[in-house]
């Protein structure tokens, strides 16, 4: 008979293996519990890992513009939210200016309405959310609209060189008492509307652009998501309120302020039309925004389900396999401090 020797560093180096492995294969069975999905998918699908890849990367570009199309949710809802306080002072505007017509009210109480009109309309449209400007078309980060009644305002420089150019004498002048209504349409005509209806208006009062923003709200539809100072209708609102509060300031005649009024009142109807016109179209995409991204979510869900389908684990199995792995090492442990401590000399003693 052979006696075979056996070293008990053998064996400690064999179970030290042995533990290294199950440490290995503890970490991704952990990684599968907590996940719900195989540590490795190349090795657990092989061919199949390119769907795999092509399903998450597709996931990933949708979870993108959902998240995209909430900050654009938000800004349309502020965009809203800013167009209806406009339409309440062109309503506040051309109830003053009724009441001017009615005879109603003072000469210096219609230049006041006109006055705030103008001061709450360049508040609503320099509104900024996330640090970009609503109304500045494509150009978010510059304040879309010059304050009329600042020291050194281009436009209200641009007003008054235009009265003194048209009829020699500014609107404080006596003379200004004289101007007749036909005079007064005139120079509305020729010399105010191509300040707000023509270039005059992004020369002296906005820095917004006339594009709007183009926002991407699912994978093969754009939609445009914003509103620019530009529009017509908050031309003729600025437009009335300025008139209103620069030419009701000075000596202006009683035919030259009913001409005034006459206009203004025509272009704050028209500026309410374009207003909510302006609010149709931002509805219009707020409804698209709101249908792509629930479009969208249906489809994250299906991707979800996919990749479940081929990367899924059992939680179940997955834990159970982390408490076995746990228990085998440390019963691996105890086995390897148990080895350490053989010595020969423990018999020889």
């Known amino acids: 008979m052979k006696a075979t020797a056996v070293s008990s560093a053998a ?13 290995a294969d503890l970490v991704k069975a952990t990684k599968e519990s907590q996940t719900g999905k195989v540590a490795d998918v190349g090795l657990a699908l092989g061919g199949r890992t390119t769907q795999a890849v092509t399903f998450q990367r597709d996931l990933d570009r949708l979870n993108g513009i959902i998240d995209s199309n909430s900050l654009v949710a938000a800004r349309l809802t502020s965009t809203q939210d800013s167009l209806s306080q406009l339409s309440d002072v062109a309503q506040d505007l051309l109830t003053a200016l009724t009441s001017a017509v009615s005879g109603d009210s003072s000469t210096s109480i219609t230049q006041t309405a006109g006055a705030t009109a103008l001061q709450q309309m360049t508040g609503i449209l320099n509104t900024s959310v996330n640090g970009e400007y609503l109304f500045a078309g494509t150009n978010t980060d510059v304040k879309p609209i ?5 020291a050194g ?3 209200k420089a641009a007003f008054d060189a235009a009265f003194t150019s048209y009829f020699g004498f ?5 003379a ?3 101007i007749t209504a036909a005079q007064m349409d005139g120079f509305i005509t020729t010399a105010v509307e191509p300040q707000f209806l023509g270039s005059g208006w992004q020369a002296n009062w906005s820095n917004a652009t006339d594009d709007q923003i183009t926002s991407r ?8 998501t914003s509103v620019s100072a530009n529009e017509q209708g908050i031309r003729k609102l600025a437009m009335a309120a300025a008139m209103v509060s620069t030419l009701f300031a000075g000596n202006i005649s009683q035919q030259g302020q009913n001409t005034i009024v006459s206009r203004a009142q025509k272009l704050v109807g028209e500026a309410i039309g374009g207003i909510v016109q302006a609010q149709s179209e931002a509805g219009l995409a707020q409804k698209r925004v709101s249908d792509a991204s629930d479009r969208m979510k249906t489809q994250v869900d299906l991707f979800e389900k996919h990749i479940i389908d081929l990367e899924g684990v059992d939680p179940a199995e997955a834990a159970t396999r982390v408490a076995d792995l746990t228990q085998h090492i440390e019963t691996s442990f105890a086995l390897t401090a148990r080895l350490q401590q053989l010595s020969l000399l423990n018999y020889l003693t």
């Not at 042995?18 to 440490?23: A, G, N």
């Open 11 to 23: 064996i400690s180096n064999a179970l030290r293996y042995q533990q290294m492995r199950m440490q």
């Open 146 to 150: 010059d304050n009329f009644s600042a």
């Open 153 to 155: 305002s281009p436009a």
């Open 170 to 174: 500014t609107q404080s002048n006596p």
């Open 176 to 178: 200004a008492a004289n």
């Open 217 to 224: 709200i699912s994978l093969s539809e754009t939609t445009q």
